[in-house]
């Protein structure tokens, strides 16, 4: 690894103040990414990846590594191969740089290199998503689900390799296509793959009812096939877990009071069904920020146990959040249906 990362020059950026935005698009709510690039900010590729809360799982050092050898092959072959690199530049940004979103300025300091003088990478996107809502302009759900991984269209890929499949699941949109187990998928949408995260890329920046086009190597052979996206496929998967830094957008979604996600054991308890959508409050904050008091205001107690939102049920967390985002905005109500000591409640509050 040291003789590979001699051949680069690495550069930490250790916060995100100044950041140019058209240039570092990636998941902001990783720990840690890495940008394979030319000195000219053409970019060769991404290597960082994270599905779950292990946050081993989907990245490796060998992975790393062949990202790295993968690099190293493009910046040989620059600048004859440039036109196949364009689209690893997204497109122009909303904001120039983090502090620069509305819901950013003036927040932070520039010299101020105590922790909370600190620009975080998951605040631009935050900051994005909380921008427009404020504005009252859509969130699409690229933003909310974003990066998705390949597994939702059905296809696995090893995360020792640079885009292997090691899984292709029966039935899925990846089968219909034609990957088989195995394949080594070159190319998809004409750019070359070093990692996951390059395929999470393309995936993030597709258009609703997109084909994509796909390179395979296979037994020595290329073969070119046509990955066709279903309708809400990105919907199938989750932007909540656990330890996640979305969490916060349980809290931000119905503001006043902090939340969580009822165990299949608390379910059995409350007398509700595994699948059914269940938060359970974990306190009721005496004042926010905005002084709103929304949770107080409402009513809203510790663990009571919310089951609907204006009526409605849930999937999950990520569906629940993104209704709120979505279909709802400040000053708007809320009504909240929740059990408390086992008896159903309605409860009404106004969005700051």
């Known amino acids: 690894m040291a003789g590979l990362l001699d051949q680069f020059v690495c550069v930490r950026m250790v916060q995100s103040w100044g950041m140019d935005l058209a240039v570092f698009q990636f998941d902001n709510d990783l720990t840690w990414v890495a940008f394979l690039m030319n000195g000219d900010k053409t970019i060769y590729g991404r290597y960082g990846t994270k599905s779950g809360k292990d946050a081993m799982k989907d990245i490796s050092l060998g992975g790393f590594k062949k990202a790295l050898q993968g690099a190293l092959e493009l910046h040989k072959a620059y600048p004859g191969n440039k036109a196949s690199l364009a689209g690893k530049t997204g497109p122009a940004p909303k904001w120039k740089t983090p502090e620069t979103i509305p819901t950013m300025v003036g927040k932070h300091k520039q010299g101020d290199v105590s922790r909370w003088g600190c620009v975080h990478c998951h605040m631009a996107h935050e900051s994005e998503v909380l921008s427009l809502r404020a504005a ?82 296979r037994g020595g052979q290329k073969a070119d096939l046509s990955l066709a996206l279903p309708k809400d496929w990105r919907r199938s998967g989750t932007f909540v877990w656990p330890g996640h830094i979305t969490g916060w957008m349980l809290q931000l979604g119905v503001p006043g009071f902090g939340a969580q996600v009822l165990t299949t054991q608390e379910k059995k308890q409350a007398g509700l069904a595994d699948n059914a959508f269940a938060l359970k409050v974990q306190h009721v904050n005496q004042q926010d920020k905005n002084k709103s008091l929304a949770g107080n205001q409402a009513g809203v107690q510790k663990n009571d146990i919310i089951t609907a939102v204006d009526g409605k049920t849930f999937t999950g967390e990520s569906d629940y959040v993104a209704y709120l985002m979505q279909k709802k905005g400040p000053g708007q109500k809320v009504d909240l249906t929740v059990l408390r000591g086992g008896k159903p409640q309605q409860l009404s509050l106004t969005l700051p």
């Open 136 to 217: 009252r302009q859509p969130v699409e759900d690229r933003l909310l689900w974003k990066y998705p991984m390949p597994d939702l269209l059905g296809l696995g890929l090893d995360p020792n390799e640079r885009a292997t499949a090691s899984a292709v699941a029966k039935g899925s949109a990846a089968e219909k296509a034609g990957f088989k187990l195995g394949d080594k998928v070159l190319t998809l949408e004409g750019q070359p793959l070093l990692s996951i995260a390059d395929v999470q890329w393309i995936l993030h920046n597709a258009k609703e009812g997109a084909t994509l086009k796909a390179q395979v190597e």
